[in-house]
């Protein structure tokens, strides 16, 4: 009951007029920027996390949240028109969304998109308001050497998840760790790695890095690298969708969403993998199989949007309750928490729940707008396919750099800003991963701090880490998430030699 009442009081902040329009915004944005192929929502939150510092907390995170899940919405519309997915979770909706479209069932498809985001964000959002709270009370119980092992956990999954190797991961995670070493030590207050800079003394705020890595890099990288591409785009039909094409979908959404969930809520979770589970569950069960590859298969795109976005309302329960981003853009939202000094975890619940009960019931506000958005806008959507790419990659240019520079009217940011910029360009020209290095600098310093307070605890022993059951218990799991892909990698080798 009192999980009630506290949701009902973040509807009543939720639904104000400011925070509405932040949500109604941040909707907006997103969907434009989830249709726009290249652009996903990392690069938009980066990019505004500048310009928002100066709006109050619960409004720009549910703005940002609003980006979020709307980009997941709008991801679709690219996939099944263009056959470009805008993110890594749309990959499936093209296998059978395009090929729909071909055959002059765009509506369809765009239509069991939009509603089954709509149902299993509502699901999902669900589920998080009644397993946010008991995970955080859990895990309020926790002492200084679990919460740095379970730092130590949010590093290794991110850097093996996020990386396309655990090497790569783990060389862009070690850069952020260094990054987030200069400025002042926190216990001896003496300066470390500032180079003698003046500017350095504060360290490196996590805002410059985040759209250095992100936005910068993005347009930089686009415009270095990216040829011209041709695309072409399928005709639009009526977005709408026959009884027999409903009675095929709901039970695609349903089981997506239950595949989806579980996937957000762990942190080496994420949503490709659920995506191509829920493909493949529909496609075994279809009664339309010779659909699957062809004509395409209405299941086919149900299921697969579902499932990710179940898993993207998921990971706000890791990110909540532990503070442990699963994705790029949740370790920049990270980011926009610590913006406001506010740090994500166990605590969060009983130092800014009025915040965090807000940002769940906007999720609820938030799947209606994108509903409504989605269906009947879904024209005006199309017609932003005919954005320039060059006047797009421009934009995004100056309001990065005139957000950067409107935090501390600091020439020397820039440099920074367009030095990570260059960064991030080669980070992505290699394929190593950004986020761990925005993950790294800010939990870094967290991690450190409760490392030293564990071992003082422990008087300077390091078996305080064993000697603890849930400590020990996270130190097994970070060893099972390093060694079982290599494992089972040599095993799946062997069997191939073998057959």
């Given amino acids: 009951m009192d999980t009630l009442n506290l949701l009902l009081q973040g509807f009543a902040t939720a639904a104000t007029p400011i925070n509405l329009m932040w949500a109604f915004i941040g909707c907006a944005i997103g969907t434009a920027v989830g ?6 929502p990392a690069v938009a939150v980066a990019m505004l996390l500048p310009i928002t510092t100066k709006v109050e907390a619960t409004a720009s995170l549910i703005f940002f949240a609003g980006i979020y899940y709307g980009a997941m919405y709008g991801g679709s519309t690219t996939s099944i028109l263009l056959n470009t997915p805008g993110e890594a979770g749309s990959m499936v909706t093209a296998l059978e969304g395009n090929k729909m479209a071909k055959s002059g069932r765009a509506g369809a498809a765009l239509a069991t998109s939009a509603i089954g985001s709509f149902v299993a964000g509502t699901i999902a959002t669900v589920l998080v308001t009644f397993f946010a709270p008991v995970l955080a009370n859990f895990a309020v119980k926790l002492g200084p050497p679990e919460y740095f092992m379970l730092m130590v956990l949010a590093f290794t999954t991110v850097s093996a998840v996020l990386g396309k190797s655990t090497l790569r991961g783990l060389t862009a995670l070690f850069v952020g760790l260094a990054l987030g070493l200069i400025g002042i030590d926190q216990i001896t207050a003496q300066a470390r790695y500032t180079l003698g800079v003046p500017e350095l003394m504060d360290g490196i705020d996590v805002v410059l890095i985040a759209v250095g890595l992100f936005a910068v890099a993005e347009a930089l990288y686009n415009v270095m690298y990216e040829g011209k591409v041709k695309e072409t785009r399928n005709a639009m039909s009526k977005v709408h969708m026959t009884r027999e094409e409903w009675k095929r979908s709901w039970p695609a959404w349903l089981r997506a969403t239950f ?33 699957f590859g062809t004509t395409g298969a209405i299941e086919g795109v149900a299921g697969p949007e579902a499932a990710n976005n179940a898993a993207i309302t998921a990971t706000l329960i890791p990110l909540l309750t532990l503070g442990i981003p699963t994705s790029n ?8 928490f610590q913006n406001y000094g506010i740090q994500p975890g166990p605590q969060l619940f009983d130092t800014n729940g009025a915040l965090v009960w807000a940002l769940i019931a ?59 910029g260059l960064l991030g360009v080669v980070m992505r020209r290699y394929d190593f991963p950004t986020a761990p290095v925005v993950v790294g600098m800010i939990l ?47 095993v799946a080798a062997r069997r191939a030699a073998l057959a």
């Fill in 35 to 40: 249709v726009l192929p290249g652009i996903g």
């Fill in 259 to 291: 595949i989806g969930f579980p996937f957000g809520t762990v942190p080496a979770g994420g949503s490709e993998i659920p995506t191509f589970l829920s493909y493949a569950t529909e496609k075994k069960l279809s009664k339309n199989k010779e659909e």
């Fill in 329 to 336: 853009t949740t370790a920049i939202l990270l980011g926009a």
């Fill in 362 to 420: 906007s999720l609820y506000i938030g799947n209606v707008m994108l509903l409504v958005l989605n269906l009947p806008l879904i024209g005006l959507w199309v017609k932003m396919l005919t954005i320039p790419k060059s006047y797009l990659y421009a934009g995004i240019l100056i309001f990065s750099t005139l957000g950067v520079y409107g935090m501390r009217q600091s020439a020397f940011d820039l440099v920074l800003l367009y030095a990570f």
């Fill in 444 to 490: 870094g310093p967290l991690a450190e701090a409760q490392m030293r307070n564990a071992l003082s605890i422990g008087e300077g022993k390091w078996s305080v880490f064993l000697e603890r059951p849930m400590s020990l218990t996270l130190i097994v799991v970070v060893l099972v998430v390093l060694v079982l892909p290599r494992v089972l990698k040599t």
